[in-house]
């Protein structure tokens, strides 16, 4: 009698080692694993995309700015390069806007000899670049060497033309393309997995139009396919920030429209046209003298008054009240007082944990109320 074959999960994992060298046991891999966050700027933001106020941008994930004109979609990315690099990335910036120098670059204090710019214009050049730089880099890692960190850049994804549309201006056609939706479906569907592998962060901006019908909707112009691929989707939207009757920028709300990293909540924070990004606005929220012993008010004669509509703020650790010129500062955000606030905010903005029973019915009752 012939004797039993056996195969069990160690030998499946042999076997699947053998097929696809990226792949292993859960419990021994580190594939698409997060190992850090790059600061976008602004702590309420850094919350509002990864869950954390010491967070930011996950790497060895996509990520997606998406708005109209002027929403500060280029600001958020020139911002977040300077970080980067002082983390230690060397960045890959496609630009398909021609709005981007060198010398807007050094505004921000960007290192650009670290930078390279690549202007482009089509989606099968990007394509080509993109595959031909993650190819090259696993090739290396594949061989034991090491391989830079490296931020990928695109702004913008909605301005990438096709070859076709190229061809037919040439040529004088006036056929609409409708292949460019699918060529960047194709693109994320290519470069997602080696970009993970590679821990290498991907941000892209987009463009958004308003939809026809009886309730307009925010959309992202190229499709479905830069959407699915993204961790993390944010629809930016502005309204004018005021001194007195002067404009003196903008007050950008950031709506996730997926997150795979904190729960969808909109955040607010401020793009000053002289000043920049304040690094503190849309913190003033948590700030309670519970929460982290700050809070609207004035001392008078020694005593701590609090007042909702007062212009000042008591600060506990610092035992006096600051003015708002003086309120959104490192010396007021202290070290102590934002891991105060973080520790505060995390089951705002942070999935709970689902790993326990749940009570379907308890569920559906919360949802009807």
Known sequence: MAKKKEFNFSDLNAELAN???????????DFSEVTEYIDTGNYHLNACVSGSLFGGWPNSRTCALAGPSGTGKTFLILNSIKRAIDMGYSIVFYDSEAAVDRQLMKKFGIDISKVNYQPINTVQAFRHSVTTITTKMQEVKASG?????????????????????????VSGSEKADMTRAKILKSIFRIIMTPLADLKIPFLFTNHTYMSQGFIAQQIAGGGTGPE????????????????????????????????????PTPVK?????????????????YATWDICGITRGTIVKGEKVPKATARTWICEHLDKAVS?????????????????????????????????????????????E
């Open 19 to 29: 097929i696809n060298p990226l792949g292993s046991v859960m419990s021994e891999s």
């Open 145 to 169: 060497g090491e391989v830079p960190k490296l931020m990928i850049i695109l702004d913008s994804a909605g301005n990438l033309a096709t070859q076709k549309e190229i061809n037919d201006a």
């Open 228 to 263: 699915y691929a993204a961790s993390i989707v944010l629809f930016l939207n502005k309204a004018q920030l005021k001194e007195g009757a002067e404009k003196t920028g903008i007050i950008v709300t950031a709506k996730p429209n997926k997150n795979r990293f904190a729960k």
């Open 269 to 285: 924070f401020h793009l000053h046209f002289t000043k920049g990004m304040n690094r503190f606005v849309g913190l003033e929220q």
């Open 324 to 368: 708002n010129a003086d309120f959104f500062t490192e010396k007021v955000f202290t070290k102590e007082v934002l891991e105060k606030i973080d520790k505060h905010i995390k089951p705002i903005f942070n999935y709970n944990d689902i790993s326990h029973d749940v009570d379907v019915d308890e569920i559906l009752e919360e949802t009807t």
